[in-house]
């Protein structure tokens, strides 16, 4: 009789800045009561969205929706200067959630854009951290969004030239990012660490693993999660046979446990484990109950609640 297992990666879900993000969500409806306001979803997760607002939790797109003197708190993926001052103007009290792995760029970038280099941001367009990063240096971040983008790529002077990175994309892709802007900017400089977060690379390199046994890989996550669909990209580059990313276990496709005797599972950053567990009773009930995890690395690091509720916890007194 054919075994057929799941594959189980660890690390996965939850990295330190999300579990950050979402306490501080928490933490501030308990200490200031509903509704507090969070301008863009908190973290990309669909479920975890839903959970906050359940809780009264308001997500906004713009500063403007969020009525005068509310509290509102900035995402994990960070905002522009710009953001902050039109919180002022509309004198809000904010919060601000930015995952410390992404206020790293952002101070890397203002310090590079203050010694007057050009920073070459590799990042997706249009994505939230993308536009909080280059926010901060306007005139002095270009975006590259991959190797392809490279040949357009101008600058003024070619011996003042630093890239930096969004932190949630593929390790792999960004390198080979980096390695064609040095064939064209030899004396480019790189970030004194790399942008890319713990998070993002342990959870590439344990989906990594699983491709090399596992004929398909599940990644649970939401469409607008960067870091999740990365890890569909990198299972496919690794050489599973079939990737997909679902944010539920009902979105899985019966014919594609077709002729698969190993299921590979994993999750993104910002994925509870309880949609995890979703996806593995489905896998149960559908013949896979046999569960190996697949360890890559020990993940330990954690963040405090940002300074706004760590000071008011102290104090007893509201946000400002």
Known sequence: MTRHRVLLASPRSYCAGVVRAIQA????????????????????????????EKKGAIFVERTEEVPEGSIVMFSAHGVAPTVHAEAAERNLATIDAT??????????????????????????????????????????????????????????DESK??????????????????????????????????DICYATQNRQTA????????????????????????????????????????????????????????????????VPDVLVDGVLEWLAAHGYADVETVKTADESITFSLPKELRRDLHTGTHAS
């Open 25 to 52: 969500v928490e933490q501030a409806l308990e200490q200031y009561g509903a509704p507090i306001y969070v301008r863009h979803e908190i973290v990309h997760n669909k479920y975890v969205v839903q959970t906050l």
């Open 161 to 194: 030239v630093v890239w930096l990175s969004q932190t949630t994309l593929s390790v792999d892709e960004t390198m080979e990012t980096v390695d064609a802007l040095k064939t064209k900017f030899p004396n480019l400089l790189s970030p004194p660490s790399d």
């Open 99 to 156: 995952c410390p792995l992404v206020t790293k760029v952002h101070k890397e970038a203002i310090r590079y854009a203050r010694e007057d280099y050009d920073i070459l941001l590799i990042g997706h367009e249009g994505h939230e951290e993308v536009i909080g990063t280059s926010g901060e240096a306007p005139n002095h971040i270009t975006l590259v969004d991959g190797p392809a983008d490279v040949a357009n790529v101008e600058v003024r």
């Open 207 to 270: 989906v990594k693993k699983l491709a090399e046994d596992a004929q398909l890989v599940i990644v649970v996550g939401s469409r607008n999660s960067s870091n999740s669909k990365r890890m569909v990209e990198v299972a496919l580059g690794a050489g599973a046979n079939a990737a997909y990313l679902v944010d539920f276990a009902d979105e899985i496709d019966e014919t594609w446990l077709e002729g698969v005797t190993t299921v590979g599972l994993t999750s993104g950053a910002s």
